[in-house]
């Protein structure tokens, strides 16, 4: 059974950083993209950027170009998403999601990270 | 333009038939996916493919396409079918990267 495991939620203040994971199990990690989604409360979703297991080849989308980086541990099958600084417009939850193989899209998803950012 | 247009909200009588819009350039070249989101839940395929359905996702839920227009169909809507709908495909000016629907929620009256 494929799985995305994602902790719960991250409470964090503004300034501060913060590295959310996505664990993949029931396929081969290093054979597919890994999406990361973002959904603003009350709002959509949003590609934020992708990454390739297998050599770490990653894509951004230019509005999270240079705000997120994104990086991968194949190692142990696990993707992150990290902020250097966080900022109050960044609480949101964070899906990581795998792309499909066979057709455009995202097959499989995580059950989303929810980082709250507050002073 | 890599935007993705989909009406805010329709609402549909439980048993009836409801479709639902998504309208971009990139659907000229890319077949759209389709996905269900529930409250506090995360999103879930139910057409990919155009008209292809995953395991699981009932045959009430179809799929088509037609210049630069997707739609997905609920034939026979029941309530668990309330929720959230976003198309998605993939996005001419980044590769690989796709891009989604502005969203429609769906109420089954």
């Known amino acids: 059974e494929v799985q995305l495991v994602q902790p719960g939620a991250e409470v964090k203040k503004p300034g501060q950083s913060l590295k959310i994971s996505c664990k993949g199990s029931?396929?081969?990690?290093?054979?597919?993209?890994i999406a990361w989604v973002r959904q603003m409360p009350g709002k959509g979703l949003e590609w934020m950027a992708i990454i390739y297991p297998g050599d770490s080849d990653s894509r951004y989308r230019p509005s999270f170009q240079g705000q997120v980086t994104i990086s991968v541990d194949k190692s142990i099958s696990t993707a992150y998403l990290q902020w250097s600084s966080l900022r109050a417009s960044d609480t949101a939850i964070y899906y990581c999601a795998r792309l499909s193989r066979d057709f455009d899209g995202l097959d499989y998803w995580g059950q989303g990270t929810l980082v709250t950012v507050s002073s | 333009s890599s935007e993705l247009t989909q009406d805010p909200a329709v609402s549909v009588a439980l048993g009836q038939t409801v479709r639902i819009t998504c309208q971009g350039d990139?659907?000229?070249?890319?077949?759209a996916t389709w996905y269900q989101q529930k409250p506090g839940q995360a999103p879930l395929l139910v057409i990919y493919?155009?008209?292809k359905r995953p395991s699981g996702i009932p045959d009430r839920f179809s799929g088509s396409s037609s210049g630069n227009t997707a739609s997905l169909t609920i034939t026979g809507a029941q309530a668990e079918d309330e929720a959230d709908y976003y198309c998605n495909s993939r996005d001419s000016r980044t590769n690989h990267l796709g891009v989604f629907g502005s969203g429609t929620r769906v109420a089954v009256l």
């Open positions: 990139s659907l000229r070249r890319y077949y």
């Open positions: 493919d155009k008209n």
């Open positions: 029931g396929y081969s990690f290093t054979n597919h993209w």
